[in-house]
């Protein structure tokens, strides 16, 4: 069957044996997109992050029948050159250790400064809590979420 | 001129042509030999060449795990070589152990153990200095200058009295390069180090948050199959029967293999989702579990340390005559697994003629793939071509990296290149586990509160002694590093007995972050904290008096001063160490049973990338964390206790203390591993902190009354 999906502003027909397979496939095997990376499968780490209109949601939990007609955004549209403040707050903070955590952390903070540009330490605590690294660069996430808030109002003036 | 570097390969070569086997295949992938390092340049040596365009090409003998350690050995090359950093590239080494193995780990290819940056250290030093050496004694040659007048710097070399300067594109378009060599004489002084102790952008910064950065898992040629393995849930789990027609209809599943030890039953699509879908549509019955449980481990290891099941290996012997003794403390350790970020993965594709075969996986070792490639596949080791992709993640598991036997056997079954993907579950459940430990110290003070006594005996089962015997150390050849490290304590005392005890566990062992090192290092800094605080001395008083190291003095002088150690009305805990070549001083704030600070002092020798150290030491300190309050792998009815993620305790991002890193650092220092190093500290201050703010005392991990 074949389902319409519109990912990063661009429209694909995507031919699947199977409506249900969980998006994050697609994406990876289907669309090239492998950005998105996942590591449970169960909706419990984060590693698959993607926003589905405007929201962070898990894209290992959501079939791709059920993504039709939304729009998603992946990391690779996030900006195209790495430009987004949350990209740059990343890079500025140097946080990423072996990576394959990040673009889910940052899909995740990017979902959250949207709809809370001026977090609190707890709110960023909060709204970071569900995504895993194991690499152990916490710290690093929580700080580069507090400067991306800011490069966001600069950027916003 | 392209210049290939073949210097295996061409024994690889003369091997084969005695039987006349050499083929390149059409339409088939062209059969390689091994060892073709990939310099485009001059060769100025083993690490390092030098293109036209002035372009220094080195060949990096470390693998991508995240930790940074190719673009620290990359600085290292640079600040000796006078080159600037933006103007290295850095090339994955071949799988060519005598050139490119690491010294401090017998000389093979692996990458952990915190020995990257130690091993290489020298290495890389003097490969910089001939480089630095050869750029000067060409611009010398074409220029008439004096070699004594020049130097280099920022990828120039400079000639003093005419301020004139010639770049390193000049000089390697200008003709052949003098190769003059270099010695120790020729290094740098370290104090006129200036790439080293900073913080450059990773080369790969960009790619990490654009999702660009392309990991083994991202990576299926087309036409490769992919793999999902069904194993039972219980331990030591073989196949008795199998139906596999629901598995067989999924759209996309082509072969069914079962392994040839029956573990495991490979489902092999066109695609993961049919793939793994297809591994949970098999119907499997399975031989019984055993009864197998955390508590029978535990009480086993316990039982160990009174009757040793196998000869004790002692570490430390200079008890001379029995003590009054006091009683024992005991210190149990669970299991505990990786939850590895990317899915352990490895591709194997039989070359032309099913000579050898091409493995590319997200590995540690290079040398360890090839081994289990090659019993595998049942060829010998120099037909086997390896390559290593970027890791999302190892911490030690990837170094006995069984995907790429399991992708072996399959490619081999089915005649075709196929990936194998092991979901995170199914590694949680049935893959490698830090082994668990009990111990047992027994520890006394003289009537001056000095140590005059202690007997520390451990008993766990060994990474190393399971997988790798050939390795094991010591005198006899028996001690598992990697179940005694951290044992050897810094404090002074003239009767000591330490010793390992090996006792096999059900579950596979494996390395991770800081293997024993987290948990002896816990039992002995909790014992001495308690030894001083009963006898009403200050801990790190009575620490700064039994050791004779200054630098470990230093540090703990340094977290004491952060901290403000003594002010009264404070649980704090302090921990100290030293692990590969770092010392490192901790103290934990604990505030109604929650660890809300840690002060980490840290003298790592020379610092070479500043924030990638910082957050190796933090990352650590995060894993310590973990360790210390929530993890451990437990084990019922034959089977570990998880059926998902959430059936593991980790610490989370929004549970994070604030923790503050200082480092000490002096000069003429060689650097310190530093992967692992922010572990053991952080669990033993944590346990400390926790003893002063309840009055309990706690013998297992994570922290329980
Ligand atoms: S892979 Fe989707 S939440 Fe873990
Ligand atoms: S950077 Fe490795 S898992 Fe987060």
Same mark, same amino acid.
């Given at each position: 069957?074949?389902?319409?999906?519109?990912?990063?502003?661009?429209?694909?027909?995507?031919?699947?044996?199977?409506?249900?397979?969980?998006?994050?496939?697609?994406?990876?095997?289907?669309?090239?997109?492998?950005?998105?990376?996942?590591?449970?499968?169960?909706?419990? !780490?984060?590693? !698959?992050?993607?926003?589905?209109?405007?929201?962070?949601?898990?894209?290992?939990?959501?079939?791709?029948?059920?993504?039709?007609?939304? #729009?998603?955004?992946?990391?690779?549209?996030?900006?195209?050159?790495?430009?987004?403040?949350?990209?740059?707050?990343?890079?500025?903070?140097?946080?990423?250790? !072996?990576?394959?955590?990040?673009?889910?952390?940052?899909?995740?903070?990017?979902?959250?400064?949207?709809?809370?540009?001026?977090?609190?330490?707890? #709110?960023?605590? #909060?709204?970071? #809590?569900?995504?895993?690294?194991?690499?152990?660069?916490?710290?690093?996430?929580?700080?580069?979420?507090?400067?991306?808030?800011?490069?966001?109002?600069?950027?916003?003036? | 001129?392209?210049?290939?570097?073949?210097?295996?390969?061409?024994?690889?070569?003369?091997?084969?042509?005695? $039987?006349?086997?050499?083929?390149?295949?059409?339409?088939?992938?062209?059969?390689?030999?091994?060892?073709?390092?990939?310099?485009?340049?001059?060769?100025?040596?083993?690490?390092?060449?030098?293109?036209?365009?002035?372009?220094?090409?080195?060949?990096?003998?470390?693998?991508?795990?995240?930790?940074?350690?190719?673009?620290?050995?990359?600085?290292?090359?640079?600040?000796?070589?006078?080159?600037?950093?933006?103007?290295?590239?850095?090339?994955?080494?071949?799988?060519?152990?005598?050139?490119?193995?690491?010294?401090?780990?017998?000389?093979?290819?692996?990458?952990?153990?915190?020995?990257?940056?130690?091993?290489?250290?020298?290495?890389?030093?003097?490969?910089?200095?001939?480089?630095?050496?050869?750029?000067?004694?060409?611009?010398?040659?074409?220029?008439?200058?004096?070699?004594?007048?020049?130097?280099?710097?920022?990828?120039?070399?400079?000639?003093?009295?005419?301020?004139?300067?010639?770049?390193?594109?000049?000089?390697?378009?200008?003709?052949?390069?003098?190769?003059?060599?270099?010695?120790?004489?020729?290094?740098?002084?370290?104090?006129?180090?200036?790439?080293?102790?900073?913080?450059?952008?990773?080369?790969?910064?960009?790619?990490?948050?654009?999702?660009?950065?392309?990991?083994?898992?991202?990576?299926?040629?087309?036409?490769?199959?992919?793999?999902?393995?069904?194993?039972?849930?219980?331990?030591?789990?073989?196949?008795?029967?199998?139906?596999?027609?629901?598995?067989?209809?999924?759209?996309?599943? $082509?072969?069914?293999?079962?392994?040839?030890?029956?573990?495991?039953?490979?489902?092999?699509?066109?695609?993961?989702?049919?793939?793994?879908?297809?591994?949970?549509?098999?119907?499997?019955?399975?031989?019984?579990?055993?009864?197998?449980?955390?508590?029978?481990?535990?009480?086993?290891?316990?039982?160990?340390?009174?009757?040793?099941?196998?000869?004790?290996?002692?570490?430390?012997?200079?008890?001379?005559?029995?003590?009054?003794?006091?009683?024992?403390?005991?210190?149990?350790?669970?299991?505990?697994?990786?939850?590895?970020?990317?899915?352990?993965?490895?591709?194997?594709?039989?070359?032309?003629?099913?000579?050898?075969?091409?493995?590319?996986?997200?590995?540690?070792?290079?040398?360890?793939?090839?081994?289990?490639?090659?019993?595998?596949?049942?060829?010998?080791?120099?037909?086997?071509?390896?390559?290593?992709?970027?890791?999302?993640?190892?911490?030690?598991?990837?170094?006995?990296?069984?995907?790429?036997?399991?992708?072996?056997?399959?490619?081999?079954?089915?005649?075709?290149?196929?990936?194998?993907?092991?979901?995170?579950?199914?590694?949680?459940?049935?893959?490698?586990?830090?082994?668990?430990?009990?111990?047992?110290?027994?520890?006394?003070?003289?009537?001056?509160?000095?140590?005059? +006594?202690?007997?520390?005996?451990?008993?766990?089962?060994?990474?190393?002694?399971?997988?790798?015997?050939?390795?094991?150390?010591?005198?006899?050849?028996?001690?598992?590093?990697?179940?005694?490290?951290?044992? +050897?304590?810094?404090?002074?005392?003239?009767?000591?007995?330490?010793?390992?005890?090996?006792?096999?566990?059900?579950?596979?062992?494996?390395?991770?972050?800081?293997?024993?090192?987290?948990?002896?290092?816990?039992?002995?800094?909790?014992?001495?904290?308690?030894?001083?605080?009963?006898?009403?001395?200050?801990?790190?008083?009575?620490?700064?008096?039994?050791?004779?190291?200054?630098?470990?003095?230093?540090?703990?002088?340094?977290?004491?001063?952060?901290?403000?150690?003594?002010?009264?009305?404070?649980?704090?805990?302090?921990?100290?160490?030293?692990?590969?070549?770092?010392?490192?001083?901790?103290?934990?704030?604990?505030?109604?049973?929650?660890?809300?600070?840690?002060?980490?002092?840290?003298?790592?020798?020379?610092?070479?990338?500043?924030?990638?150290?910082?957050?190796?030491?933090?990352?650590?300190?995060?894993?310590?964390?973990?360790?210390?309050?929530?993890?451990?792998?437990?084990?019922?009815?034959?089977?570990?206790?998880?059926?998902?993620?959430?059936?593991?305790?980790?610490?989370?991002?929004?549970?994070?203390?604030?923790?503050?890193?200082?480092?000490?650092?002096?000069?003429?220092?060689?650097?310190?591993?530093?992967?692992?190093?922010?572990?053991?500290?952080?669990?033993?201050?944590?346990?400390?902190?926790?003893?002063?703010?309840?009055?309990?005392?706690?013998?297992?991990?994570?922290?329980?009354?």
């Amino acid at each position: 069957m074949t389902l319409s999906l519109k990912i990063n502003g661009v429209t694909h027909q995507v031919a699947l044996e199977d409506p249900d397979t969980p998006l994050v496939f697609v994406l990876r095997e289907k669309l090239g997109l492998s950005g998105t990376k996942y590591s449970c499968l169960q909706g419990l !780490c984060g590693a !698959c992050t993607i926003h589905l209109n405007g929201e962070a949601v898990r894209a290992c939990q959501i079939s791709a029948r059920e993504a039709e007609g939304a #729009d998603l955004t992946t990391i690779e549209g996030l900006s195209e050159d790495g430009t987004h403040p949350v990209q740059q707050a990343w890079m500025e903070e140097q946080v990423a250790q !072996c990576g394959w955590c990040q673009p889910g952390q940052i899909m995740q903070a990017a979902a959250f400064l949207s709809d809370a540009p001026n977090p609190s330490a707890q #709110d960023i605590r #909060d709204a970071m #809590d569900g995504n895993i690294c194991r690499c152990g660069t916490g710290p690093r996430i929580l700080k580069a979420v507090a400067r991306a808030s800011r490069l966001q109002k600069e950027t916003c003036q | 001129m392209t210049h290939i570097r073949k210097r295996l390969s061409r024994r690889s070569f003369l091997a084969l042509t005695g $039987t006349a086997t050499i083929a390149v295949g059409v339409g088939a992938t062209v059969y390689s030999l091994q060892a073709e390092t990939p310099v485009t340049g001059a060769e100025i040596n083993a690490f390092v060449a030098i293109t036209p365009d002035g372009e220094i090409e080195f060949v990096c003998p470390a693998l991508d795990l995240g930790q940074g350690a190719p673009v620290a050995l990359a600085m290292i090359l640079a600040e000796e070589g006078g080159a600037s950093l933006s103007q290295v590239r850095i090339l994955p080494a071949p799988r060519d152990a005598a050139r490119y193995g690491n010294p401090d780990f017998g000389g093979r290819m692996v990458t952990a153990d915190s020995k990257t940056t130690l091993g290489y250290w020298s290495i890389l030093r003097h490969a910089g200095a001939e480089v630095r050496l050869a750029l000067i004694a060409t611009a010398a040659r074409q220029n008439n200058w004096r070699i004594d007048d020049c130097h280099a710097q920022d990828h120039q070399v400079y000639h003093g009295p005419s301020g004139k300067s010639v770049s390193f594109k000049d000089v390697a378009s200008g003709g052949r390069l003098r190769l003059p060599g270099a010695d120790g004489a020729d290094l740098k002084a370290t104090k006129d180090f200036s790439l080293l102790g900073t913080s450059p952008e990773s080369p790969d910064a960009v790619a990490i948050v654009t999702g660009r950065k392309k990991f083994g898992a991202d990576m299926r040629a087309e036409g490769t199959h992919v793999a999902v393995l069904r194993r039972s849930t219980h331990l030591g789990g073989t196949v008795t029967s199998v139906n596999d027609s629901r598995a067989k209809e999924i759209a996309g599943v $082509t072969h069914i293999h079962q392994l040839e030890d029956a573990s495991a039953i490979a489902v092999v699509a066109t695609d993961s989702w049919a793939a793994i879908k297809g591994a949970k549509a098999l119907e499997v019955t399975w031989n019984s579990p055993t009864e197998y449980s955390s508590k029978i481990e535990r009480t086993a290891l316990e039982s160990a340390l009174v009757t040793p099941p196998t000869d004790p290996v002692i570490l430390r012997a200079s008890v001379v005559a029995d003590q009054p003794i006091a009683p024992a403390s005991t210190f149990y350790a669970p299991s505990l697994t990786h939850v590895l970020p990317e899915p352990l993965n490895a591709t194997v594709e039989g070359n032309s003629l099913g000579l050898g075969a091409t493995v590319t996986s997200a590995t540690q070792s290079l040398d360890l793939d090839m081994r289990y490639t090659a019993q595998t596949w049942k060829t010998a080791p120099f037909m086997i071509n390896n390559k290593a992709t970027p890791v999302g993640g190892a911490y030690g598991r990837r170094v006995f990296n069984d995907t790429v036997r399991e992708a072996a056997e399959i490619a081999k079954a089915i005649g075709q290149p196929v990936q194998v993907i092991r979901p995170q579950l199914d590694e949680m459940q049935r893959g490698q586990v830090r082994p668990a430990a009990a111990q047992r110290i027994v520890a006394e003070l003289d009537d001056s509160g000095n140590l005059a +006594y202690w007997r520390h005996e451990i008993a766990s089962d060994g990474t190393l002694a399971t997988h790798l015997p050939s390795s094991l150390k010591g005198e006899q050849g028996t001690e598992d590093n990697t179940a005694t490290d951290g044992a +050897y304590h810094p404090y002074r005392c003239s009767q000591q007995d330490v010793r390992w005890i090996r006792d096999r566990a059900l579950p596979l062992p494996g390395f991770l972050r800081g293997v024993s090192v987290g948990y002896t290092v816990w039992a002995i800094e909790t014992t001495i904290e308690r030894l001083a605080r009963k006898s009403s001395q200050c801990p790190l008083e009575w620490r700064l008096r039994h050791i004779d190291d200054p630098r470990l003095a230093t540090v703990l002088h340094q977290v004491a001063n952060m901290v403000r150690w003594g002010e009264p009305g404070r649980n704090l805990g302090l921990a100290t160490m030293e692990f590969r070549g770092a010392r490192v001083a901790t103290v934990a704030e604990v505030i109604d049973r929650n660890v809300t600070a840690l002060w980490i002092a840290v003298d790592a020798g020379q610092v070479i990338h500043r924030k990638q150290l910082l957050g190796q030491i933090e990352g650590g300190a995060v894993w310590g964390l973990s360790m210390a309050l929530h993890e451990g792998l437990r084990f019922r009815n034959g089977a570990a206790d998880i059926t998902s993620l959430a059936d593991y305790p980790m610490i989370s991002n929004g549970q994070l203390p604030e923790i503050k890193i200082e480092l000490v650092e002096e000069p003429n220092r060689s650097p310190a591993g530093a992967g692992e190093i922010g572990i053991p500290a952080t669990i033993a201050a944590i346990c400390n902190a926790m003893e002063v703010a309840t009055g309990d005392t706690y013998d297992a991990l994570p922290l329980e009354a």
